[in-house]
Structure formats: structure tokens, C-alpha cells
């Protein structure tokens, strides 16, 4: 599979209305597969410029880094209808980079998003007391692997193209800072949800190394949640869309020797 193609697919997972909240978390778990099928053909078709190979004597090629980053996070759901407001998250990994074009990425980070709607329409049947909130902020622990394929490999600089999946725990709280899970009356009569789900983050990155093995990245993606619950709303909402979070973040890495 060639990258315009591939292009092509992460387009359609995001600008395509036609996908519901569970649509598009199946069609990223296609691509995923896609993704690790097409390595060995891509590996013929994609040109990857690489001066050396990744070698530990050679202090711009170390083969693996710790890093840490900070991100600007965005919510976009049933309260907000784009990426609009940006909360920060912090982030920690081990990035390796043992093959010119295949690699893998641990991943652990920690933040919070937020939204809002103070006319939003709520679906609120006639004999029901539900008193959903308009306004609500998540907190978020996540746990990732992602896979990178190298469009452009150079001796200090890497373009690539990541798949990944992982596990999220959120816990999602009203204007006061009262939880909102706990409070049934926020959502539809008897419905629930669990705090933990799937996460199939996709995203394209940068990094360029510095003397010494270190390096600076910039990576931006979607986390591709497979809940519809990060604003505590479902059946409530107007079902047009799930919900998702938009990143946008920068790294610092230092190599391990």
C-alpha cells in the first residue's frame, strides 16, 4: 500500500460524517490490520533514505530513546462539534528503532479535555427527569503501543506514519468537579458505561536528532476512542457523532545507550 493511499484512508476515518462512533472505531481497527499486512509490499515500494543504518557506535543512530512530551489535547463530541479547546497532557515512552522502516513505541501519558454547549439540544423524553450537564472536563490515563512505518529515514531525520492501540481509563466530572459517572440522572434512564475502553491512536510524526543522540519530535493524531462516553452522553445526545480527542504533541528524546 502506497502512502497516498494510506492518506487517503486516515482522511476518510476523519472527515467523513457517515461514520458513527462505533463505525469509525471498526474502520480503525481495519486500517490497523491493513497497516501490518501492506508492511512487506510497502517495504518495496516506499523509497527510505537512510546515509547508515542504525548502529549504537554511532551517536546520531542510537537505536532506542526514552522521551518525554507535553500536548495540546482537543474533545470533539456531542458538546463540541470541532476541536476547539485545547487542554495540556503529558507524555513518556521508549521509542525504538531497530529496522530502516518498521518500529515500535511504548507509550504512557496523563491529561485532561474539555467541552461545552450551553444550547445544545438535548433528546430528553417526555416522562424522563434526566438532567444532563452542558459543560464537563475528563481526566485520562493511557497506555499505547504504536507501530511506525518510515516514509523518509535520513541520518537525523525521520518522517513516518504511526498505528497503535492501547487501553484508556477516564473519569468524567460536571462544572463543580462532581462526578458525573456516579450521578444517574446525567444520562438516560438505566443507561451506563465502563471507564476503561480500547484506544487506536493513528497519527504522522516528526523527529530530527541532535549532537549526542538526542533528539526534538512533533507528532499529531487522533486517539480514536471506543467510547462514546468522554462528555457522559450517548443516548441523550443527537447521535451524529462519537466522540474523539485531537493532539498535537512535542518530545524530547534522549538515546539509551
Not at 521508549?94 to 433528546?123: A, M, P, W
Not at 472536563?137 to 541520518?155: A, C, G, I, Q
Not at 466530572?173 to 465502563?194: I, P, V
Amino acid at each position: 500500500m502506497t502512502p497516498n493511499r494510506l492518506s487517503i484512508l486516515f482522511k476518510i476515518l476523519v472527515t467523513d460524517r457517515s461514520f458513527s462512533g462505533r463505525g469509525k472505531f471498526l474502520f480503525t481497527v481495519a486500517l490497523l490490520i491493513i497497516l501490518l499486512a501492506a508492511t512487506l509490499p510497502a517495504f518495496a515500494k516506499i523509497t527510505v533514505k537512510e546515509t547508515t543504518p542504525p548502529d549504537a557506535s554511532n551517536p546520531f543512530s542510537p537505536r532506542k530513546w526514552i522521551y518525554g512530551g507535553v500536548s495540546a489535547t482537543a474533545y470533539k463530541g456531542s458538546l463540541s462539534s470541532a476541536y476547539a479547546q485545547f487542554s495540556p497532557s503529558l507524555h513518556v515512552g521508549l521509542r525504538l528503532s531497530r529496522s530502516k522502516r518498521l518500529n515500535g513505541t511504548f507509550q504512557l501519558s496523563l491529561g485532561s479535555v474539555t467541552g461545552s454547549s450551553s444550547r445544545y439540544d438535548f433528546k430528553i423524553p417526555a416522562n424522563s427527569n434526566a438532567t444532563p450537564a452542558n459543560s464537563f472536563h475528563t481526566n485520562f490515563f493511557m497506555l499505547n503501543y504504536e507501530l511506525s512505518l518510515s516514509l523518509v529515514k535520513r541520518r537525523r531525520f525521520c518522517w513516518y506514519i504511526s498505528q497503535g492501540i492501547g487501553f484508556m481509563h477516564f473519569e468524567v466530572y460536571d462544572s463543580e468537579n462532581k462526578s458525573l459517572f456516579d450521578n444517574s440522572l446525567s444520562r438516560a434512564t438505566g443507561e451506563s458505561y465502563l471507564k476503561n475502553t480500547v484506544i487506536l491512536p493513528s497519527s504522522t510524526g516528526i523527529y530530527g536528532l541532535l549532537p549526542g543522540g538526542y533528539g526534538l519530535g512533533f507528532q499529531a493524531g487522533w486517539w480514536n476512542t471506543g467510547t462514546d462516553y468522554i462528555d457522559n452522553l450517548s443516548k441523550l445526545s443527537d447521535g451524529r457523532s462519537g466522540d474523539n480527542l485531537l493532539f498535537y504533541k512535542f518530545t524530547v528524546m534522549v538515546p539509551v545507550r
